[in-house]
């Protein structure tokens, strides 16, 4: 334990420093100077670190260079175009990728899995913009509060998942670009301790990246 925890202390350190030296930056600029092996190591330590895996794996897949400048802008296109077509989400751009957040209590009745007519209607909206930026994956997370047996919380984080995931297939998201992963109570981005807490951590969380198509065609661009 001892080694691990002083092994940490240089990472930590770096990641502090980077975000230091990055503050005044925009998102694009920090794409342009963070490489591949940087953003790893910084991606584990800040998602375990805020309790955010959405956070840690988007910023651990950036590419860097010239060529996450370029995979950065487009993702600000459909970052914006998302935050106007569904404006009951939540929109976060981080990196080279893209959190997209829904309370259950939009797509879900309480402690259940069938989509209601009102996620229907979301998610429609959401895949308008999805089916326009082909060359991206889509990770869905299923979280829950602590309310319940771990087991119960984990199996239904894997039932919305897998509903909302199927939904998108059935209009038109190429199933080859969805990752279904149901998380139950163990990441928890809210205080379990309140019922707005508990609120906000019944959520299905969308991670889009770039899949291989948009890196190669960015690495194209940078090396013109």
């Not at 802008?73 to 939540?90: G, L, N, S």
């Not at 879900?108 to 999805?130: G, R, T, W, Y």
């Not at 998201?173 to 508990?198: C, F, Q, V, W």
């Not at 019944?202 to 960015?218: D, G, Q, S, Y």
Request: with cysteine.
């Amino acid at each position: 334990m001892k080694k691990i925890r002083n092994g940490l202390i240089p990472v930590l350190l770096g990641v502090v420093l980077f975000f230091a030296g990055c503050a005044s930056l925009n998102k694009t600029q920090k794409g342009a100077i963070t490489g591949t092996a940087a953003g790893a190591a910084i991606g584990t330590v800040v998602g375990k670190t805020a309790g955010n895996t959405a956070l840690g794996a988007i910023i651990g897949a950036v590419v860097g260079g010239t060529a996450g400048a370029i995979i950065g802008r487009q993702m600000d296109k459909q970052a914006e175009e998302i935050k106007k077509t569904v404006p009951d989400a939540e929109v976060v751009r981080v990196e080279e990728g893209i959190i997209v957040e829904f309370s259950s209590s939009i797509l879900f009745a309480f402690d259940m899995s069938n989509l209601s007519n009102e996620a229907k209607a979301n998610l429609d909206k959401l895949v308008i913009v999805l089916n326009n930026y082909p060359d991206t994956d889509i990770e869905v997370q299923g979280h829950t509060d602590n309310k319940g047996s771990e087991a119960y919380n984990q199996n239904l984080s894997v039932q919305r998942a897998s509903r909302v995931s199927t939904y998108l297939v059935s209009k038109g998201i190429a199933a080859s670009r969805l990752t279904t992963k149901g998380l139950g109570e163990m990441l928890p981005k809210y205080a379990n301790d309140t019922a707005e807490g508990r609120d906000n951590n019944r959520r299905v969380e969308f991670l889009i990246t770039a899949n291989e198509t948009m890196k190669a065609e960015a690495e194209k661009q940078a090396g013109k």
